[in-house]
């Protein structure tokens, strides 16, 4: 936390967004163009999209937890003032996700949930950051539940890419389903509805308006909400599918 506080007061006049796009594009050119370059064309396009998500997952999560933990307790808050290491968080993130858009845009136009997922997020990012400069504690702490599970996520997704074509992937996507699936779970489907609540409910209650409009906050409200079932909605079809696969399994080796 003292080497980001550091860095942060280091970097505070300084605006990191393009630096941060530009390493995010460098990373993803070297995934699509050498890293994965033997791989089919989907294949590629999926790894160099996960190389950058791995470039951003963890230590976004890190770094939202060490912004959030670095503020002073009496000045955090729902409607607090963005610090300045709030502020470079979110410009890593809003990197993040300008890259991984353009990269849906470009390459897979007709993947419209991804798409309206990441301008909702790009939408809640920008309005916190640039418009009403408060708030940002609460996206920092949505940033770091939806991030804390990146990196398995991420590996998982990737030997998911491989299974049909490798039995080591095959594998390891069989050996990282359920802890994947049950850590997603609990940080979705437990920890962030319950700060989500909780949110909710000092939004709703009118304070703070003169910092944070209501169009901001029910918009915020909303994006959340949704990105939240949305996401419950999914792991829980993975479920389903995990436990079909199993039971097929006992099946067949019963005959």
């Known amino acids: 936390m003292e080497l980001l506080s550091s860095w942060a007061a280091a970097a505070e006049g300084r605006w990191l967004y393009p630096a941060f796009l530009a390493m995010y594009a460098a990373i993803y050119c070297v995934g699509l163009l050498a890293a994965f370059r033997r791989w089919e064309q989907r294949r590629r396009l999926d790894g160099a999209s996960c190389l950058i998500s791995l470039f951003h997952g963890t230590p976004a999560a890190l770094a939202a937890a060490a912004a959030v933990l670095a503020q002073p307790p009496p000045a955090r808050g729902f409607a607090s003032p963005n610090t300045p290491l709030q502020a470079h968080v979110l410009d890593y993130s809003v990197a993040y996700f300008t890259m991984d858009l353009l990269h849906y845009l470009a390459f897979l136009p ?35 539940l939806a991030e804390v599970t990146s990196l398995l996520q991420n590996v998982w997704t990737l030997a998911g890419i491989w299974r049909d074509q490798s039995p080591a992937a095959a594998r390891l996507y069989a050996a990282l389903s359920p802890p994947f699936y049950a850590m997603y779970t609990l940080v979705r489907g437990v920890a962030g509805p319950l700060f989500f609540l909780k949110m909710s409910a000092f939004y709703l209650s009118g304070q703070a308006l003169d910092v944070i409009p209501w169009w901001v906050r029910i918009s915020w409200i909303i994006v959340v909400g949704t990105a939240i079932a949305v996401s419950n909605l999914w792991i829980w079809n993975l479920w389903k599918e995990l436990f079909r696969e199993r039971k097929q399994a006992v099946a067949k080796k019963d005959t």
């Open 110 to 144: 007709g993947d419209h949930l991804f798409i309206a997922h990441h301008l909702a997020t790009l939408f809640v990012f920008l309005t916190c950051r640039y418009l009403v400069r408060h708030g940002a504690l609460a996206l920092l702490v949505l940033l770091f």
